[in-house]
């Protein structure tokens, strides 16, 4: 769900952080990062990474469970699991619709918001 934010945000041409210079094509800005940039991307992701392994290490882990809710709640309550299963649902949803947003830039060219905007001229 953030990944489908922030692919609008930069396309609009509006980052939250500073006035970028690279392209407000989400897929250009990422060919025109600098090596320094993609180095902190990988480390970021790796150690996010290495967190997860490290408390998946620690005694009573419940899988799926990288925060400790398990240790408040157990699978026995029908609203922490209706909980997850929607947190599950709206992820596979936004997986989704950020492939289709990558389809929409690599295979018809734009990268705004209205993919059949020339349909509707």
């Known amino acids: 769900m953030a990944a ?9 041409g509006v980052h939250p952080a500073f006035n970028s210079a690279l392209s407000n ?9 600098p090596a320094v940039g993609w180095l ?4 970021g992701c790796g150690a996010i990474e290495w967190l997860g392994q490290q408390i998946k290490e620690r005694p009573g ?5 990288l925060l400790g809710a398990a240790y408040w709640v157990d699978d ?11 947190e599950i649902n709206n992820g596979r949803l936004a997986m989704l619709a950020f492939a289709g947003m990558i389809y929409q830039d690599v295979f018809v ?4 918001d209205m993919m059949y905007k020339q349909l509707v001229r």
């Open 40 to 43: 902190q991307f990988v480390l």
């Open 76 to 86: 026995s309550d029908e609203g922490w699991v209706s909980y997850q299963n929607k």
């Open 61 to 65: 882990y419940v899988p799926g469970d």
């Open 109 to 112: 060219g734009d990268y705004g």
């Open 4 to 12: 489908c934010l922030g692919w609008y945000l930069n396309a609009g």
């Open 25 to 33: 094509d989400p897929l250009k800005a990422m060919v025109e990062l």
